[in-house]
C-alpha cells in the first residue's frame, strides 16, 4: 500500500493477506481525500474496519491529529502497529470489533468525539447498517462531523437520519460515498 499524499507521501507499507481484507484502492482515496480537502487539519478520525490502515494512515498523513484504528483480526493488528511505529503515526490500533470498541468507548469519560469516521466493512458482512446506527447513538461523533461509506455497489445501505449523502461515486464493484452529520441542535442541551 502507498499513501498518496502529505508528510508521508510514497510511503509504501506492507499489507498482509487475510480473508476479507482489500485496501481502499489509490483512485478511490485520492477523490475521498479530494472531497475532504481543508476538512482534515487537526481532525480526530476514526477507521473501525481498519484492515490495511489506507484511510486512517491517509488522513494523518495529510494533516489529522489523532486516528484510533480499529481492526478484529490480530495479525492484521500486528501489521498495522509495525506500520504505525514505522511511520511513528499519532494513532492507537485497538484489537476488537467495531461494535466493541463503540460500546466500549461509550464507558469512558470524557468522550472526545471524532469529526472524521472511514466505515469500509468487509463487502461478504451486513456490519455497515448496525454499526453506522450504533455510532450515531454513541455519543462518539462530533455535532458536526464527516462519515465515509464505502460498500460493495450491489449493498442497500440508508444511512442514520441526520447523516446527510453529501458525495456519492462508484468504481467497478465499489459504491462510495461522504456523508456529513449535523446533530440535531434541538436535543442538545
Known amino acids: 500500500m ?4 502529505g508528510r508521508w507521501r510514497g510511503s509504501r507499507l506492507p499489507v498482509i493477506a487475510a480473508e476479507g481484507l482489500r485496501p481502499t484502492g489509490d483512485r478511490i482515496r485520492e477523490t475521498l481525500f479530494n472531497w475532504l480537502l481543508g476538512k482534515l487539519p487537526g481532525s480526530r478520525c476514526l477507521d473501525l474496519f481498519a484492515g490495511s490502515g489506507a484511510l486512517g494512515f491517509e488522513a494523518l498523513s495529510r494533516g489529522a491529529s489523532h486516528c484510533d484504528l480499529v481492526e478484529l483480526e490480530a495479525t492484521v493488528v500486528a501489521q498495522l502497529r509495525a506500520n504505525q511505529a514505522q511511520l511513528d503515526a499519532a494513532a492507537t490500533v485497538h484489537c476488537c ?7 466500549h468507548a461509550e464507558q469512558r469519560e ?34 458536526q462531523s464527516w462519515i465515509y461509506a464505502e460498500l460493495a455497489a450491489e449493498q442497500a445501505f440508508v444511512a442514520p437520519d441526520s447523516w446527510s449523502l453529501h458525495r456519492q461515486r462508484s468504481s467497478g464493484g465499489v459504491s462510495y460515498r461522504l456523508y456529513w452529520r449535523i446533530a440535531d441542535t434541538a436535543t442538545i442541551a
Open 2 to 5: 502507498r499513501i498518496i499524499a
Open 97 to 103: 470489533s467495531a461494535a466493541s470498541f463503540i460500546a
Open 110 to 143: 470524557p468522550i472526545v468525539p471524532y469529526q472524521l469516521v472511514f466505515l469500509d466493512p468487509p463487502f461478504a458482512g451486513a456490519f455497515l447498517p448496525a454499526v453506522a446506527e450504533q455510532l450515531e447513538q454513541s455519543g462518539l461523533l462530533a455535532e
